[in-house]
């Protein structure tokens, strides 16, 4: 019984060796080549779709936004603007105004008839408010 399994154990190993030495190796080095270079060549392609996609859209941004302070209200309470971008606000109210983001950027005092800007060097959302009136609400959308 030892003798056979001995046997059976030197044939099978052999076997596995000649397959693995033979022309069966070439379909199997290409299978594996394939899927090798299957699986980068997909991933490659996946960031290289996903880049220019992420580039299209910052790019269809603009640089500029103008918002309209009319009727204690920020119009449009929102804007989207590339990174780098500049926001100016213009005052057509009858008092003064600000756009005042906390701990962030603030455009001054804004006297009826005048205008205050805003450059966005960071890509996120900020949210911002008139000091003196804080009911006021407004949101800049940098990079998105």
């Not at 000649?18 to 080095?29: E, I, N, T, V």
């Not at 302070?69 to 926001?87: D, L, N, R, S, Y």
Request: with cysteine.
């Amino acid at each position: 019984m030892t003798r056979r399994l001995g046997t059976l154990t030197a044939v099978l190993a052999f076997t596995a060796i000649a397959a693995s030495c033979g022309s069966d190796s070439k379909s199997s080095s290409t299978t594996a080549a394939v899927a090798t270079t299957a699986a980068p060549t997909t991933a490659a392609a996946t960031a290289t779709t996903a880049a220019p996609a992420a580039t299209t859209a910052a790019a269809d941004l603009p640089s500029a936004a103008s918002i309209d302070i009319k009727q204690f209200k920020f119009g449009p309470a929102e804007v989207h603007v590339a990174v780098g971008g500049t926001v100016t606000w213009t005052n057509s109210d009858n008092q003064k105004h600000t756009a005042t983001e906390s701990g962030g950027f603030d455009a001054g005092a804004i006297e009826p008839a005048a205008t205050g800007t805003a450059t966005f060097d960071t890509a996120g959302t900020f949210a911002y408010i008139c000091s003196f009136h804080p009911f006021m609400k407004g949101t800049v959308v940098v990079g998105s």
